[in-house]
């Protein structure tokens, strides 16, 4: 099994990811922008059967969309590194792993959100988010009493 949090780690780490997941997605969005530009110039190219292209300025537009693109796998890596998933890079979803009654159980948080409030099964995904209650994290024993 791999790293996982407990409750408290995982909301004490929230503004460092919260920072990286932004980070990431500033980096996708560049990449697809300059992607889809590298594309209509190759359309432009390919529907006038070949024009005069400055190819430093097409040679820079490349490097830049590669190097977004490099910046977006980087950070994406550190938050995985740290030993939390990306679920979702557009809507900003992460997950941590947590162990509750001896079982891996994914807590689970969206950009925007002040806190960590929900939960999931690994297989239920963000679908099947249950709320956080007061006995979250507390040992069997002591939710029952």
């Not at 820079?60 to 490099?70: L, S, V, W, Y």
């Amino acid at each position: 099994m791999g790293k996982t949090f407990t409750l408290g780690e995982a909301q004490t780490m929230l503004r460092v990811l919260e920072t990286l997941l932004r980070k990431a997605q500033g980096a996708g969005l560049r990449t697809g922008t300059l992607e889809a530009e590298m594309q209509q110039l190759s359309y432009r190219i390919f529907l006038s059967g070949g024009m005069r292209v400055d190819v430093a300025v097409a040679a820079k537009r490349r490097a830049e969309r590669d190097k977004a693109a490099q910046e977006a796998t980087d950070t994406l890596g550190e938050i995985e590194a740290i030993g939390v998933q990306v679920q979702d890079l557009e809507e900003g979803l992460l997950d941590f792993p947590c162990v509750m009654d001896g079982k891996t159980v994914m807590l689970c948080w969206k950009l925007g959100e002040d806190a960590i409030t929900h939960w999931h099964e690994p297989e239920d995904g963000f679908a099947g988010r249950k709320p956080l209650d007061a006995g979250f994290g507390k040992p069997e024993r002591e939710r029952l009493n």
